[in-house]
């Protein structure tokens, strides 16, 4: 999609239902992107006074509803376009979103208290990997975020590299003792996998050299017995 400049503002921000705040700040920035007259019918709505008797300003309202409607429609999986597929207008969509979405302060701090529990007790699965436990954790933050809640590059570096198991114990020293205060959290997941990459490198190089040395003992053996 392109901007009133002929920009190019990419496709819209996709929406499946979770996280709505994130969505909607993205989908705000992405539609004043484009123009700010058509943030505005889709924000804030617009009237027509006479249906039979258009003026040029009404015809330019209505073009720009329609690429509101169609910009919305194409940001939303199947369920939510579901929930507002009956709706023309794109700020009865807009409108209609946030009423579904928005939640109201008590349960919000219902939501901040769970996941900050989930943040707090977070832990690796025992058969899960490096990189599944960093997405499972960047979800909650994402959710705490999306709540108003935010938390520090550094807290995340933290909590991922206390939930590592001991076998990282010497890259888990190496990063505290020297970037894990500046670095971001793919930073720091991106020097556990590298670490990850070369221990199993020198596994299978040290592993070879001692099946080649078992079967060394194994000859020798033979030809002592011939």
Do not use: C
Request: glycine content about 6%; cysteine-free.
């Amino acid at each position: 999609m392109t901007s009133d400049n002929g920009i190019h503002v990419g496709k819209p921000p996709f929406f499946d239902g979770n996280n709505y705040d994130y969505w909607k700040t993205r989908m705000s920035a992405h539609l004043k992107a484009m123009s700010r007259k058509l943030w505005r019918i889709v924000n804030d709505g617009y009237v027509i006074l006479d249906a039979k008797n258009l003026t040029p300003v009404d015809e330019e309202n209505d073009v720009l509803n329609d690429q509101g409607v169609n910009v919305l429609f194409s940001a939303l999986d199947v369920s939510e376009f579901n929930r507002v597929k009956s709706l023309t207008n794109a700020n009865d969509i807009w409108k209609k979103l946030m009423e579904i979405h928005e939640v109201t302060s008590s349960v919000k701090e219902a939501k901040l208290y769970v996941f900050k529990g989930k943040f707090s007790e977070f832990a690796m699965k025992k058969d899960g990997s490096v990189a599944e436990m960093f997405n499972r954790l960047n979800d909650i933050v994402n959710e705490l975020k999306g709540l108003g809640f935010e938390v520090p590059d550094m807290d995340f570096n933290h909590k991922f590299l206390r939930s590592l198991p001991k076998r990282y114990g010497t890259i888990v020293t190496l990063l505290v003792r020297s970037n894990v205060k500046t670095a971001t959290p793919t930073q720091i997941l991106g020097e556990v996998l590298t670490h990850d990459m070369f221990k199993k490198s020198q596994d299978e190089t040290h592993g070879g050299e001692i099946d080649d040395k078992k079967k060394s003992v194994a000859f020798k053996a033979q030809d002592s017995k011939n």
